[in-house]
């Protein structure tokens, strides 16, 4: 297993976010600390991945090699609820998180999965205080060697 950078990571996720099929989600171009901090800070089918912490495990770390490391990601994404539909715009957020989900957690993609291993962990959602969007985050944990040189 190659040592894989976290900007790489972050890049690999966005593009399998992106290429899911029907989906329509677009990364926001805001960094993932500012992403749902203000109501112009999100749009309907936005995302944003935060690469939130990263630990090294008790392996051994050789420079050559790098260190084995376990990395905290989150995937937020907001959805826009119609005022005459929102419980079924809930749901359809909900679906679009399992896409999220399975598209990240698809082992047979090759260009996420280079040198990489995800395991999902959790979500949650909460309403905006101005009730037009459901923020949605999902939580992930990968295993990857870190570079050392």
Do not use: W
């Amino acid at each position: 297993m190659s040592a894989v950078k976290l900007s790489v990571i972050r890049s690999r996720l966005k593009t399998a976010i992106e290429n899911i099929s029907g989906g329509g989600l677009k990364e926001s171009p805001l960094p993932f600390q500012a992403f749902g901090r203000t109501p112009n800070a999100i749009g309907h089918k936005s995302f944003s991945i935060g690469i939130l912490g990263s630990n090294s495990t008790d392996d051994r770390q050789k420079p050559n090699i790098g260190t084995l490391t376990q990395t905290d990601i989150q995937i937020q994404m907001s959805f826009r609820l119609k005022p005459l539909a929102q419980n079924e715009d809930v749901d359809n957020a909900m679906d679009l998180e399992n896409d999220i989900i399975i598209a990240v957690c698809n082992r047979t993609d090759t260009n996420l999965y280079q040198n990489l291993h995800f395991k999902f962990v959790s979500c949650s959602r909460v309403l905006v205080d101005s009730g037009e969007y459901i923020l949605s985050s999902i939580n992930f944990e990968s295993l990857h060697y870190l570079p050392l040189q």
